[in-house]
């Protein structure tokens, strides 16, 4: 595969030039280098900490999946544990020091779709729904074909404000609560995850978008403390939550997997989102 022929295509997006690690296998005279790629990251390093060794940085080096890296994503322990994908992410990046729970989700994202493309290729063949007639039929999507880099929207009006330790205050319309919230990394991600698993559990009604705004909110009218965020989360308007919603995702820097489609059965043509599926990491 050739990250060059890739970069062209998407426009200077997403996967970088190939270049080769300094990892080396040395067995009965055989050696040969593992290759490695450069991806964009989607928050171009703007929001992490000073002390982050992605602060600044624009890309990040990953190396290309290798049959070690199946065995991750076939281990059934890693798998039952909910870790399977971290420690893929983990085994990939040539720079240890990135701990794979204070990756941004969006460079997570990214580094992922890379590293499937490296793993398996880009075509990615998987089952779709057609938006119009409902008949679900295989579809195979072009990975370079569909994958866009968000930056995040900085055209941004007034009531919102991005600070420079890398969260947005946002003015609610109605409440006209000053709200701050974080960028998810994946330990948010995590704690969300495991708190909708809690509830499953014991039955509990669930509450993932008040879980999603407990994990992300940071004050509320200058107040910090959980016991007060929670309880206004939970009595926020709709037209509210629906404002904090969309202004999140606008300055969420990520990726965005679009391509179009044509229906086999009834011919409908429209650009869908690409499913992500089990298919994904575990092709046939």
Known sequence: MSTRNNQDRLGGVGVQDTDLSPQEINESGLSFATPTEFVDLPSLGRYYPDNHPLHGQDTVEIRYMTAKDEDILTSQSLIKKGVVIDRLVQSVLVDKTIRPQELLIGDKNAILVAARMTGYGADYETRVDCPACGTNSEHVFDLNESLKVNHADEDLDSSVQMTDNGTVIVQLPLTK???????MTGKEE?????????????????????????????SIDGHTDAATISS?????????????????????????????FECDNCGHVEEVDVPITVQFFWPK
């Open 190 to 218: 995590t704690k969300i995850i495991s708190m909708a698993e809690r509830k499953k559990k014991l039955k509990l009604q669930e509450s993932a978008l008040t879980d999603q705004f407990r994990a992300i909110i940071v």
């Open 177 to 183: 609560l000053n709200v701050e919230a974080k960028l």
């Open 232 to 260: 206004v989360v939970d009595r926020l308007p709709a037209q509210d939550a629906r404002h904090l919603r969309d202004i999140y995702a606008k300055t969420t820097p990520n990726v965005e997997l679009t391509s179009m």
